[in-house]
């Protein structure tokens, strides 16, 4: 960043996994840096195609190696059972300067992962934006997915000072607001906020009877719509937060069995305290 | 309606309950008949004298009899723990053409709290129109709150046929699709596409770590929306239908135990397929 006069950074980026987030951080890129360069990594050449067309990227490849090369930054956005491999194939093949950075919901794996090796972690700040949608895929990517958006980054205590700077500034640029904390910290509180209400979701759309869902309203639809999102990304952070989503998940059994002893006792003044205090943190968080 | 004409009645409503819903049903009779007249209960004459002045109603009172003087349909729109005095008080200070129905979310205990008196019952059609919002009272009251929505109609054996016909013309003049089933199989359906799912988004709401809220997404927000809604009210359908719910919340209860069960061993192929099921009948909702 020394020799380049900051509103110059970064010239060139590489996204690694096209799809609505990495797609929505190669737009948000060009929004902010309209004469930036940006690399995608994509499995076929059809798919490479698409993205050049729908101009997500400038340049396509399926080799890791040719999609980092030269780059000032590498965002790697896919699945996050994939992160790890590719934050370590780019770190190999990406100029020393690079910034790797990635989207994963969950953190303790992929750092663990990532290893420590000192020229891969030199590189790495761990990255996650708040941000997403049920749908996936770059036909969805938006410029403005990130704006006002917190981005969680996880450094580690080696990361270099330079590096953690280059990544809060590289995250503003999407249109995000970066704050820092440990990778086990984002993920106890990602399984509370997030992972375990994306399952209570998905359960109350699956034990939902057939002859019911033409009375759905507005209420089912809120509460379900995140159960449409992809089976696969999703089986895939389960199985990388499976401890702390197992605990948040046994709190909402130990609750729902207070709440279905509430409903048993027939305890209306109970039942009343129990939805204004549900309210109150409602409202609160708003 | 034999005597005239049928784009002239109603000529005069009485809403008894003037707040989001008893509200948007006045304002959605005034666009479906202009020259309408809507008399409303208010408890006290502040609460009155705001009806009168935002538009909601021509003419406020603190009593049941006045209220319902000459009107031709009274919708009672109280919590439903108070709808069935009010409709047997309705059914006495009403003319005998008067139709009478509700907005109540569950209709099997306002059924049963009517009983068979046959000069109540001939007047009453009990309806539950699937329209509203976390948020409460006649400020939030919209003239197109019901339109496109479906409206529950739970007539008896021995409802006439012409009130019936009455009951399915006004609900669809507020913009509503009218539909009919039994009092049971609403409070069945009912409990499981809005009760159960209700209890359940608060639970989540409830058991959130107020240091995780900050990180709080999409996912999040919509998941627990109507956490928002008035404690009094729905402690008042937990009430009313206490059994179906109950029955709701074991199967969710069964449920969470088999996804932890999923979780515990490990089994990313058979959590895969669990959230691709839920997604099927997400999906097929829409």
Not at 22 to 32: E, T
Request: proline share 5%; glycine share 8%.
């Amino acid at each position: 960043m020394s020799t380049i006069a900051e509103n110059e950074w970064p010239r060139q980026i590489t996204v690694l996994g096209v799809g609505l987030l990495g797609g929505s951080v190669a737009l948000s890129l060009k929004r902010a840096r309209p004469k930036i360069r940006i690399h995608g990594l994509a499995r076929n050449a059809a798919k490479g195609k698409y993205l050049m067309d729908n101009g997500l990227v400038d340049f396509s490849t399926g080799t890791v190696g040719e999609a980092c090369q030269n780059s000032d930054v590498v965002v790697v956005a896919s699945p996050v059972d994939r992160i790890a491999e590719l934050v370590v194939s780019a770190a190999e093949h990406s100029p020393d300067h690079c910034l790797i950075t990635d989207v994963g919901s969950t953190k303790q794996q992929i750092v663990a992962g990532v290893g420590s090796d000192s020229g891969v972690s030199r590189k790495f700040v761990p990255a996650h934006p708040i941000a997403g949608s049920e749908k996936s895929g770059p036909e969805h990517a938006t410029s403005s997915l990130f704006d006002g958006k917190r981005v969680v980054l996880t450094p580690a205590e080696n990361t270099p000072p330079e590096q953690l700077q280059k990544a809060h500034a590289f995250w503003q640029l999407t249109g995000g607001q970066t704050c820092e904390m440990t990778p086990s910290e984002h993920d106890t509180h990602l399984a509370a906020i997030s992972h375990m209400p994306h399952l209570v979701a998905a359960l109350v759309a699956k034990i939902t009877p057939t002859e019911a869902l033409p009375l759905a309203g507005s209420g089912w639809r809120d509460i379900t719509r995140v159960a449409a999102g992809d089976p696969t990304l999703w089986a895939a952070i389960c199985s990388e937060n499976r401890e702390a989503i197992e605990n948040e998940l046994k709190k909402t059994a130990d609750e729902l069995e207070r709440l279905r002893q509430l409903m048993r006792d027939a305890n209306d003044a109970d039942l009343h305290r129990w939805l204004a205090e549900a309210k109150e943190i409602k409202i609160h968080s708003a």
